[in-house]
């Protein structure tokens, strides 16, 4: 069915990261019909930024002209640290040339649109509980695990802020006082302990102090131990290297120790992951699930599923779209 045909509401998505600017264009089902992909310029000035959000939006509309009179909200996944309220973004380290940028207003300029701005875990959680994995439940804890961690609260329906649209940091939460230093500044953090970025570091370290255990790893980085990326870790791991098992091990057990805290504080009704790392570690969610037992007060733990993320590398896409149709900035 054509776009033209369709009779539901349709929605722009934008996602926003460091290198590119993906948009697309999505009904109100959660059905992405269009895509478009540009360079994101992030070193120039605040409207060199912008000029690449506007060239993405331009692109889906070149494809089909008569959308720009049918588009009457865009929502816009962009780097935080932002305002979800105002939708200014703040201080993002990825994306320099923004500094208390006011996204929103000057995005709807543009376009005479609706334009809502949010962190991308937040809303890809949105996404998810509207029309994906979580698709029709009312209370969601969302994880992207991937070459960092991020989190989005979905309670009753709506993305939880917290005071100030700061809230739901879930990847910066310490679990262990004396590990590492995450890029935050905080020691132990789940994201510099379960990412994908620290589960390639883990890696490298014991390939380094003992190569003939990780035999199969260095084959598959062309035997080069410094080129091991999480992905090489899980294909070793399938193929019994005994380093890469005990890393996705390890894994599994902070992911247990993060996820029982977080049952916890939050009990959401289901817990919902996507990403890269957590597409690769799929096989061990029910392994994450039992290891909980040892971090989880709440004796009911098993009663909430990990389940895999709906949407995959158009997360943001999606995510941008159901911003547009929640009330969840109220």
């Known amino acids: 069915m054509s776009l033209r045909a369709l009779r539901n509401d349709l929605f722009v998505g934008v996602d926003i990261g460091g290198t590119k600017v993906a948009a697309g264009i999505v009904d109100s089902h959660g059905k992405i019909h269009l895509h478009a992909r540009t360079p994101m310029n992030c070193r120039g000035t ?5 000029v690449s959000v506007i060239s993405a939006i331009d692109s889906l509309f070149a494809q089909d002209p008569s959308l720009r009179k049918r588009i009457q909200s865009i929502g816009i996944c ?3 640290p932002l305002d979800p309220r105002t939708g200014v973004v703040i201080n993002p380290p990825n994306v320099p040339c923004w500094r208390d940028f006011p996204l929103s207003g000057q995005v709807s300029k ?12 937040n809303a ?11 698709h029709g439940i009312r209370n969601v804890f969302y994880a992207t695990v991937g070459t960092g961690i991020g989190s989005g609260i979905i309670l009753d329906g709506r993305i939880f802020h ?3 649209g700061s809230a739901a940091e879930g990847g910066h939460v310490t679990i262990d006082l004396n590990g590492p230093v995450c890029s935050c500044g905080k020691k132990g953090c789940i994201e510099v302990l379960a990412s994908g970025t620290a589960i390639a570091r883990r890696a490298k370290e014991k390939v380094a102090q003992s190569p003939e255990a990780g035999e199969q790893l260095l084959a598959l980085a062309g035997g080069d131990g410094n080129a091991i990326r999480s992905e090489i870790v899980g294909k070793a791991a399938a193929a019994g290297d005994p380093i890469a098992r005990e890393v996705l091990s390890q894994t599994c057990e902070y992911l247990a120790i993060w996820l029982g805290n977080i049952v916890d504080l939050l009990e959401p009704e289901v817990i919902i992951l996507g990403g890269g790392v957590a597409e690769m570690l799929r096989l061990y969610f029910r392994e994450i699930q039992k290891r909980m037992k040892n971090w989880c007060v709440n004796s009911r733990y098993l009663e909430i599923p990990i389940v895999p993320a709906h949407y995959g590398e158009n997360a943001g896409i999606a995510g941008g779209a159901a911003l547009c149709i929640s009330n969840s900035l109220l």
Do not use: F, M, Q
């Not at 005479?112 to 949010?118: F, L």
């Open 124 to 134: 890809a959680g949105l996404a998810e509980s509207l029309w994906g994995a979580g």
């Open 162 to 164: 917290g005071r100030t």
């Open 46 to 50: 605040d409207k060199d930024g912008l």
């Open 78 to 80: 962009a780097p935080g």
């Open 110 to 121: 543009h376009y005479s649109a609706k334009v809502k701005v949010d962190n991308d875990a």
